[in-house]
T-cell receptor
Framework: AQSVSQHNHHVILSEAASLELGCNYS??????LFWYVQYPGQHLQLLLK??????LVKGIKGFEAEFIKSKFSFNLRKPSVQWSDTAEYFC???????????FGKGTLLTVNP | NAGVTQTPKFQVLKTGQSMTLQCAQD?????MYWYRQDPGMGLRLIYY???????DKGEVPNGYNVSRLNKREFSLRLESAAPSQTSVYFC????????????FGPGTRLLVL
């Protein structure tokens, strides 16, 4: 069965700091990878996704993620965070089932102004 | 477009009571999903419907039933609520499975006493 690990439960940064949130998955086959974000009081929405091609994926609001197959990782990055990036971030993997997304437990990001 | 809508927004039940959570989407999506979100657990898939007329179990289906009423609507029923079902329930939809983005509703907060 596929699983997803997000190593950081809560990350606290100051504005303009760089961000990297870790995500590792366990599945031996071809995967589709996602990062979703939940801003306070809002719906989950997609930040970015990877399914093939260039392993460096760019998403909305300046976020990017790099798929490293040898490390089973899909880390999320942003060079300079803003207060408005305060949210909970979820990594998710679809390991070939096509419909059964497995989510990580989430990382709460707090950005202090 | 309203996107994905859910009713009710909030519900309190007593142990043993039943209720149905409603979900509708107006994006002409084929696939629909029910998740629950618990603190520190991320999102876990309860049931999904790959297309109209089909439903399948997800990771945590026990204690729940679903109905794909038509292409737009996908309901989740708790026949005999238990305190362990206290959670936030999210409905989502996508055009199909795999790499397709899932669009989430605003959630239903359920408290079972």
């Amino acid at each position: 069965a596929q699983s997803v690990s997000q190593h950081n439960h809560h990350v606290i940064l100051s504005e303009a700091a760089s961000l990297e949130l870790g995500c590792n998955y366990s599945y031996g086959g071809t995967v589709n990878l996602f990062w979703y974000v939940q801003y306070p009081g809002q719906h989950l929405q997609l930040l970015l996704k990877y399914f093939s091609g260039d392993p460096l994926v760019k998403g909305i609001k300046g976020f990017e993620a790099e798929f490293i197959k040898s490390k089973f990782s899909f880390n999320l990055r942003k060079p300079s965070v803003q207060w408005s990036d305060t949210a909970e971030y979820f990594c998710a993997v679809d390991g070939g089932s096509n419909y059964k997304l497995t989510f990580g437990k989430g990382t709460l990001l707090t950005v202090n102004p | 477009n309203a996107g994905v809508t859910q009713t009710p927004k909030f519900q309190v039940l007593k142990t043993g009571q039943s209720m149905t959570l409603q979900c509708a989407q107006d994006m002409n999506h084929n696939s629909m999903y029910w998740y629950r979100q618990d603190p520190g657990m991320g999102l876990r898939l309860i049931y999904y419907s790959a297309s109209e007329g089909t439903t399948d179990k997800g990771e945590v289906p026990n204690g729940y039933n679903v109905s794909r009423l038509n292409k737009r609507e996908f309901s989740l029923r708790l026949e005999s609520a238990a305190p362990s079902q206290t959670s936030v329930y999210f409905c989502a939809s996508s055009y199909s499975g795999g790499i397709e983005t899932q669009y989430f509703g605003p959630g239903t907060r359920l408290l079972v006493l």
